[in-house]
């Protein structure tokens, strides 16, 4: 049973591809959500169950917490539930973990950001996962063993995608390059812009791809429309798409995927994104990025301060289209490697191993 988040974000996302490849004849996978999301209809058709499921509750509100702990016993109980996979590590829930410990279910806790202090509940987790060596190597783990499983995608999603070209009014003959990902300062938007404002070729186009959070003092200087709007002014090569859902058509249209991001990303789901759609990418040497993009193999690194060598890296492969091709190919290849079958068959091992060391007691809540 995984327990996550229901906006279809990244986190979200990575699970539910590694879910859909289990083995479904040895694991019947369960989600509970704290609340409905867009995810739900995939988990549809998918014929994943689910139950919305409501926000953690304050483990010191004595009486509401244990009403809480006895209620999700006896969902655990009603749904034979044998291990729980909790899909974060920043929001640990406290009635679940207490539920799970009492009858004896192995828990697992999924890194997927830096946690750099382990909450009091984090001590009940039977192994930590991380979704990279980086997330892994710099997360506060409590001393509690450490797997590193990557994320997966849905290959056949990225192997085609729709022409989205005429839609937005881009010839066949010009050449794309793409940014995809959250509008934030910290994402390397600026950094895309100046790129965007050394190559002002009129066949060459620059397309944004990503949804707005215009949160005030959120961490990693959010965007608004305004002033991207005032960023973007007089570059007439540079397009912003808002947020798409068929980022697979995106892909399609794009030759070139920079990834200009400014801090330590834990993974960089884009990268493989672009890897599965057979496209090069140009991207900053930050966090867990290095462990999927091999450097003059399927992209080029650069360190984060230099827009010169991400430049430097665009022209080349704009100039070269065999180049993008090889590496483009070569992403393809890292890809079904590394992020399609393996993480599927090391979770499913180590699902097996946890369930086979549950302890055989007896349930003093039958």
């Known amino acids: 049973m995984g327990l996550s988040a229901g906006d279809y974000g990244g986190g979200s996302r990575s699970l539910f591809q590694l879910v859909r490849k289990l083995n479904r004849e040895r694991f019947q996978p369960f989600f509970l959500f704290p609340k409905a999301g867009p995810i739900l209809p995939e988990l549809d058709r998918s014929g994943i169950g689910y139950e919305i499921w409501g926000k953690e509750h304050n483990p010191y509100g004595l009486f509401s917490y244990t009403k809480e702990v006895l209620r999700t016993i006896r969902f655990f109980r009603s749904r034979h539930i044998d291990l729980l996979h909790i899909n974060h590590g920043h929001f640990w829930r406290p009635a679940e973990f207490m539920a799970a410990r009492i009858l004896r279910i192995p828990i697992i806790g999924h890194y997927r950001m830096i946690v750099e202090k382990a909450g009091p509940f984090h001590k009940y987790a039977s192994v930590i996962i991380a979704n990279s060596q980086y997330t892994a190597s710099h997360s506060d783990t409590a001393g ?14 990225f192997s085609g995608g729709e022409d989205i070209r005429p839609e ?52 990693g200087g959010p965007y608004s429309q305004k002033s991207l709007d005032t960023a973007m002014r007089d570059l007439e090569n540079v397009l912003y798409l808002g947020y798409r859902s068929d980022v697979e058509n995106v892909y399609r249209a794009s030759d070139i995927v920079v990834m200009p991001s ?70 393809r290849e890292i890809v079904e490697l590394k992020f399609r079958d393996t993480p599927p068959r090391e979770i499913e091992q180590l699902y097996d191993d946890l369930i086979a060391r549950r302890p055989l007691v007896s349930d003093p809540y039958r």
């Open 168 to 219: 937005l009014g881009i010839n066949k003959e010009d050449l794309v390059v793409t940014f995809l990902g959250q509008i934030k300062k910290v994402k390397g938007i600026p950094q895309f812009l100046e790129l965007a404002r050394r190559i002002p070729d009129k066949n060459i186009k620059f397309l944004i791809a990503g949804p707005i959070r215009d949160m005030p003092g959120e961490p």
């Open 262 to 331: 400014q801090w330590e990303e834990p993974f960089g789901l884009i990268n493989i994104e672009a890897g599965a759609a057979g496209k090069p990418v140009v991207a900053t040497r930050s966090g867990g990025i290095p462990e999927s993009i091999e450097d003059g193999e399927n992209g080029f690194l650069v360190d984060k301060a230099d827009i010169d060598g991400i430049e430097r890296h665009v022209r080349q492969l704009i100039a070269d289209p065999a180049l993008r091709q090889r590496m483009g190919r070569r992403g």
């Open 144 to 157: 509690i063993p450490v797997k590193v499983i990557y994320n997966i995608i849905n290959l056949s999603r």
